[in-house]
C-alpha cells in the first residue's frame, strides 16, 4: 500500500537529496558536511537507509534524530528499509537473506542482544523476538512514507 506524505517545500533555501546511504553511517555524515548541511536546508532522503554497509542501525538512528531536529528532513522508504517485513510475513526463506547478507540490519538488532538467526527455530520466533526488541525502530521503518509529495 501506498504511504504518500504532503510535505510543503520553503520558497528559499536549499533541498538537498541524497539516497541509497546502505548502512555506511561515516559516508553519510561525510556527506553532510560537504554539502555544509544545516537545520536551515531541507534534506530529502529517498530510501535505503539500511542493508550491506556496517553500521545501519547508527544510520536509522542517526537519521530519525535529524527528522526529529529539523522540521524540514523528509525519507522515504526504500525496498532495503523494508525487507524487515519478511520477517511479519513469515517467509520461509528469512534465514537465507541473514545467512548471505551480515551486514542486515536485522542481524545487527540479533547482535546488539547478544543473539545469531541461528538461535531461533522459526521465522515466527524471531518476528515476536524483533517485536519485543527492536519495535520502536521497526515502527519508525514501518511509518516512513513511499513517497513525498509536493506543489
Same mark, same amino acid.
Given at each position: 500500500m501506498l504511504h504518500i506524505q504532503n510535505i510543503v517545500l520553503p520558497e528559499t533555501g536549499r533541498v $538537498? #537529496?541524497?539516497s541509497d546511504i546502505h548502512g555506511d553511517l561515516q559516508l553519510f555524515q561525510t556527506l553532510l558536511e560537504k554539502v555544509h548541511y544545516t537545520t536551515d536546508d531541507t534534506l530529502i532522503i529517498n530510501g535505503d537507509l539500511c542493508e550491506r554497509g556496517p553500521n545501519s542501525l547508527g #544510520?536509522?538512528?542517526?537519521a530519525k534524530w535529524l527528522? &526529529? &531536529?529539523?522540521?524540514?528532513a523528509y525519507i522515504? &522508504?526504500?525496498?532495503? =528499509?523494508?525487507? $524487515?517485513?519478511?520477517?511479519f510475513d513469515?517467509?520461509?526463506t528469512f534465514f537465507d537473506h541473514l545467512e548471505r547478507n551480515p551486514h542486515s540490519i536485522m542481524n545487527e538488532w540479533l547482535h546488539e542482544h547478544g543473539r545469531t538467526y541461528? =538461535?531461533?527455530?522459526? #521465522?515466527?520466533e524471531l518476528a =515476536?523476538?524483533?517485536s519485543t526488541n527492536c519495535g520502536e525502530e521497526i515502527d519508525w521503518?514501518?511509518?516512513?512514507?513511499?513517497?513525498? &509529495?509536493? =506543489?
Open positions: $538537498i #537529496v541524497i #544510520v536509522i538512528r542517526y527528522t &526529529e &531536529e529539523n522540521g524540514n522515504t &522508504e526504500g525496498n532495503c =528499509d523494508r525487507l $524487515i517485513h519478511h520477517a513469515h517467509d520461509p541461528a =538461535d531461533f527455530d522459526s #521465522v515466527t =515476536d523476538f524483533y521503518l514501518f511509518s516512513l512514507p513511499t513517497a513525498l &509529495e509536493t =506543489d
